[in-house]
Nanobody
Framework: QVQLVESGGDLVQAGGSLRLSCAAS????????MGWYRRAPGKQRELVAT??????NYADSVKGRFTISRDNAKNTVYLQMNSLKPEDTAVYYC??????????????WGKGTLVTVSS
């Protein structure tokens, strides 16, 4: 079975940094796109960043502050978050496109990790 394990969420002060990680394991043939989404209080879920191969994409609100990366050997995607703002407070979810060993491709979602940024 495919599993995603997220970690790294915490309570930090504005201007601080956090690194989120999301590790995929199980019956994996290959991993395609990987990304991070977030849901802030009172708002809908939004895309934060994605990485496909060497290509990355970021929401305008996090450009220059967040960096998405991946370690293919570990089937892990990271989100380095610097210069955090209170507006970044949200539950962050990883999303991974996985092709299983039975050649079925689908998206998998993490359960979320909470990031709280105080002013």
């Amino acid at each position: 079975q495919v599993q995603l394990v997220e970690s790294g969420g915490d309570l930090v002060q504005a201007g601080g940094s956090l690194r989120l990680s999301c590790a995929a394991s199980g019956s994996i043939f290959s991993i395609n796109a990987m990304g991070w989404y977030r849901r802030a209080p009172g708002k809908q879920r939004e895309l934060v960043a994605t990485i496909t191969g060497g290509r990355t994409n970021y929401a305008d609100s996090v450009k220059g502050r967040f960096t998405i990366s991946r370690d293919n050997a570990k089937n892990t995607v990271y989100l380095q978050m610097n210069s955090l703002k209170p507006e970044d407070t949200a539950v962050y979810y990883c999303n991974v496109g996985i092709t299983t060993r039975t050649y079925v491709t689908m998206d998998y979602w993490g359960k979320g990790t909470l990031v709280t940024v105080s002013s």
